[in-house]
């Protein structure tokens, strides 16, 4: 149990196109889900916390307006990344948790290339 | 004080050695103390995690050791393989945010 999927797992995109990825939980009700990001040999590092029908919570030095995330239901997360740049290259990993949960399940991650 | 400082950033052993990582943090706030493994290309996955109540808690090959007091945990890998040859995360998580802070990891390498 508690699986995490995300689609894709890898994309190409050009220079200031926008590009969306999706996450799920396969088999559970993710009430809060967080997306992260990650440069090569780094550690994760959070962007912001998503809870299922209200707005997400971004952490400091992340735009809002760039980094647009949707919870619209219990199962399934969008981060849409817009006007992309290759700055925004990167492998982009959501988690998900049941309620009240420390647990985080981690998706595949996705990996972005902006040219 | 948000930060959890882990170390080594890398290491080097030997098939059947006992690998050793460790994570120190400020904030006493923290109450839940995950590791996660990761392979190339891929999510990490959660390996074990230890809660302030305890001072050790043992999966399998892993290990947590845990010292409150000094504000430091741990983590052993017994008879390591070359396998277990990955990039290890700790955390930390304060009840109600459930946000986890990352170390800044450790690639270990398990010679066959």
């Known amino acids: 149990g508690a699986v995490v999927s995300q689609h894709p797992s890898w994309v190409i995109c050009k220079s200031g196109t926008s590009v969306k990825i999706e996450c799920r939980s396969l088999?559970?009700?993710?009430?809060?889900m967080f997306w992260y990001r990650q440069f090569p040999k780094q550690s994760l590092m959070l962007m912001a916390t998503?809870?299922?029908?209200?707005?997400?919570?971004?952490e400091q030095g992340v735009e809002k307006d760039k980094f647009l995330i949707n919870h619209a239901s219990l199962t399934l997360s969008t981060l849409t990344v817009t006007s992309a740049h290759p700055e925004d290259s990167s492998f982009y990993i959501c988690s998900a948790t049941r309620v009240e949960s420390y647990e985080q399940y981690f998706g595949p991650g996705t990996r972005l290339t902006v040219t | 004080q948000q930060q959890v400082k882990q170390s080594p950033q890398s290491l080097i052993v030997q098939k059947g050695g006992i690998p050793i990582i460790n994570c120190a943090y400020e904030n006493t706030a923290f109450d839940y103390f995950p590791w996660y493994q990761q392979f190339p290309g891929k999510g990490p996955a959660l390996l074990i995690a230890i809660r302030p109540d305890v001072s050790e808690k043992k999966e399998g090959r892993f290990t947590i050791s845990f010292n409150k007091s000094a504000k430091q945990f741990s983590l052993h890998i017994m008879d390591s393989q070359p396998g277990d040859s990955a990039t290890y995360f700790c955390a930390a998580s304060a009840t109600g945010t459930y946000k986890y802070i990352f170390g800044t990891g450790t690639r270990l390498k398990v010679l066959a």
């Open positions: 088999d559970f009700q993710a009430t809060t």
């Open positions: 998503s809870n299922e029908g209200s707005k997400a919570t971004y």
